[in-house]
């Protein structure tokens, strides 16, 4: 069975200081692992994906994830944080069944970014 | 339409009335996903239709919730007899075809619930 753990409910940067958001997850077979995030007022958006390939993906507004097989990992990076980030951010892994995709998401960790 | 449409987008309901929350998804979408979002718990998954495979309804908390796709397309969230803890925002998913994509969703902006 998938299951997704994200570490830290909140996290707080300042602006400009390097954004890092951590997952990790359990699959039985190879996953797609995804990033999504809600801004304050509005549905969630995909920010980035890794399928198969290179494992350091990059997605929308500067940030990028690395899979890393050996940690089960999939952390959330941006060198550089502006105050637009804020927003809760969600892990989520998937995997085929049935012909499709049943996907899976974390609780979720909403950043913080101070003037 | 273009995007996922949910309705209503707000329900205010008393505790013991059922609801039906809708779905419709992206045209030509063959996967539809329930979540349940509250504060503080993340999404919860509740169920996932696949094409005209028997859906998967592992998430359900209770035989309350029940949830139905008719022609492969329109979803509709049923909740009978509310309850407080029902409370929380339902959102839906849909993705394109299976086949060589990657299971990306799009989401609908949600349906607040809020049972008195």
């Known amino acids: 069975a998938q299951s997704v753990t994200q570490l830290g409910s909140h996290v707080s940067v300042s602006e400009g200081a390097l954004v890092l958001l951590r997952c990790n997850y359990s699959?039985?077979?190879?996953?797609?692992l995804f990033w999504y995030v809600q801004y304050p007022n509005q549905g969630l958006q995909l920010l980035l994906k890794?399928?198969?390939?290179?494992?350091l993906v990059k997605g929308i507004n500067g940030f990028e994830a690395e899979f890393k097989k050996s940690e089960t990992s999939f952390h959330l990076t941006k060198p550089s944080a502006h105050m637009s980030d804020a927003a809760e951010y969600f892990c989520?892994?998937?995997?085929?069944?049935?012909?499709?995709?049943?996907?899976?998401f974390g609780a979720g960790t909403r950043l913080f970014v101070k003037a | 339409g273009a995007g996922v449409s949910q309705s209503p987008s707000n329900k205010v309901t008393e505790k013991g009335k059922d609801v039906e929350l809708r779905c419709d998804p992206i045209?030509?979408?063959?996967?539809l996903y329930w979540y349940r979002q509250s504060l503080g718990q993340g999404l919860e998954f509740l169920i996932y239709?696949?094409?005209?495979?028997?859906?998967?309804k592992s998430g359900l908390p209770s035989d309350r919730f029940s949830a139905e796709r008719t022609g492969g397309s329109v979803s509709t969230l049923t909740i009978q007899r509310t309850q407080q803890e029902d409370s929380a925002v339902y959102l839906c998913?849909?993705?394109?075809?299976?086949?060589?994509?990657?299971?990306?969703?799009?989401f609908g902006e949600g349906s607040r619930l809020t049972v008195l």
């Open positions: 989520a892994v998937s995997d085929r069944s049935t012909g499709g995709f049943k996907t899976i």
């Open positions: 239709f696949q094409g005209n495979s028997a859906p998967d």
């Open positions: 890794y399928t198969t390939g290179a494992t």
């Open positions: 998913a849909s993705s394109s075809p299976s086949g060589g994509t990657t299971g990306e969703l799009f």
């Open positions: 045209s030509g979408h063959t996967a």
């Open positions: 699959s039985s077979v190879p996953p797609y």
